[in-house]
């Protein structure tokens, strides 16, 4: 069956480090996968998409890759701040009309001054 | 522009009492889903509607029952509400088709005592 794993539940990083979380997927052949964040007591907001024939994408200080290789997706936020900490999920979507989505378990990500 | 707007934002519920979470978007999508989100189970899908006039069984569908009222309302009835149903409760919508966004409302947290 289809499996999304993100690496860790929780991850702790130094203000101004770069935080890289992962997403792992099997049994998909996603065309392309999103990443949505997550602040406490909210629903998910969605922050970018990366395309299966795009290597990379960027939006500020947030960067995406996609190696469908590996099954994988790696999210960085780059000079992090106390405000980035928060969930991050991912959704590996495949090219189906009308498919639902499907989120890994989420990494939650708190950055200390 | 609202978005995606649930009602209420918190419940009380005793065991064996019924009750139905509201969810209305006004951004004129076609699909609409609802999922519940545990600690560390991530966001399980409980049921979708594709499109008005569909609807479809998710990952964890027991115990729940769904109507799409017209395009913009998407409700989800607890016919007869078990301690297990305590979580968060979110309502998304999203265009119908490929590489597109999510979006959600934020949240109903239901206790079932």
């Known amino acids: 069956s289809q499996k999304i794993e993100q690496n860790s539940e929780a991850l702790n990083i130094q203000e101004g480090k770069t935080a890289t979380l992962t997403c792992n997927y099997t049994?998909?052949?996603?065309?392309?996968l999103q990443w949505y964040r997550q602040d406490p007591g909210r629903g998910p907001v969605f922050l970018l998409l990366?395309?299966?024939?795009?290597k990379e994408k960027r939006k500020e200080r947030l960067k995406v890759t996609f190696d469908t290789t590996l099954k994988q997706s790696l999210f960085h936020i780059t000079a992090s701040q106390p405000a980035d900490s928060a969930t991050y999920l991912c959704?590996?979507?495949?090219?189906?009309?009308?498919?639902?989505?499907?989120f890994g378990p989420g990494t939650r990500l708190s950055v200390l001054p | 522009n609202a978005g995606v707007t649930q009602t209420p934002k918190f419940q009380v519920l005793k065991t064996g009492q019924s009750m139905t979470l509201q969810c209305a978007q006004d951004?004129?999508?076609?699909?609409m889903y609802w999922y519940r989100q545990d600690p560390g189970m991530g966001l399980r899908l409980i049921y979708y509607?594709?499109?008005?006039?569909?609807?479809d069984k998710g990952e964890v569908p027991n115990g729940y029952n769904v109507s799409r009222l017209n395009k913009r309302e998407f409700s989800l009835r607890l016919e007869s509400a078990a301690p297990s149903q305590t979580s968060v409760y979110f309502c998304?919508?999203?265009?119908?088709?490929?590489?597109?966004?999510?979006?959600f409302g934020q949240g109903t947290r239901l206790t079932v005592v």
């Open positions: 998304a919508s999203s265009k119908l088709g490929v590489g597109t966004e999510a979006f």
């Open positions: 509607s594709a499109s008005e006039g569909t609807t």
């Open positions: 951004m004129n999508h076609n699909s």
């Open positions: 049994n998909y052949s996603p065309a392309y």
């Open positions: 959704a590996p979507r495949t090219e189906n009309y009308g498919q639902n989505f499907v």
């Open positions: 990366i395309r299966e024939n795009e």
